[in-house]
């Protein structure tokens, strides 16, 4: 079992950068897929982006690919969302997601894939 915790949310100008940390506690989250959605308020929510146990696959939202970045750091158990090129969508609450990786990830970018959830980031892209 696993606690996430999020962090780096924030205000942020459209075009601008931000990088959202997502801290495990727990053993083992090496064993871990870890996923990366956002809600906006009123809305449901949506797969951002996705990463394997190793970090050597990534999945993306069409809407996402080629700005934002994940990635992950098991030695401090920790996964990254970098966020580049953000535009005025909105707030949005961004959470982290963590799984113990079975053999397929070719649910991965459905929330039900998850167990387990941190509380989430609220960032804002001003325009």
């Known amino acids: 079992q696993v606690q996430l915790v999020e962090s780096g949310g924030g205000l942020v100008q459209a075009g601008g950068s931000l990088r959202l940390s997502c801290a495990a506690s727990?053993?083992?989250?090496?064993?871990?897929?870890a996923g990366w959605f956002r809600q906006a308020p009123g809305k449901e929510r949506e797969f951002v982006a996705a990463?394997?146990?190793?970090?050597?696959?990534?999945w993306y939202a069409d809407s996402v690919k080629g700005r934002f970045t994940t990635s992950r750091d098991n030695a401090k158990n920790t996964v990254y969302l970098q966020m580049n090129s953000l535009t005025s969508e909105g707030p949005a609450v961004y959470y982290c997601?963590?799984?113990?990786?079975?053999?397929?990830?070719?649910?991965?970018?459905?929330?039900?894939?998850?167990?387990?959830w941190g509380q989430g980031a609220p960032v804002t892209v001003s325009s």
């Open positions: 727990g053993r083992a989250f090496s064993n871990y897929a």
């Open positions: 990463i394997s146990t190793s970090g050597e696959s990534t």
């Open positions: 997601a963590a799984q113990p990786a079975a053999s397929s990830y070719t649910f991965i970018v459905q929330e039900e894939y998850f167990g387990y």
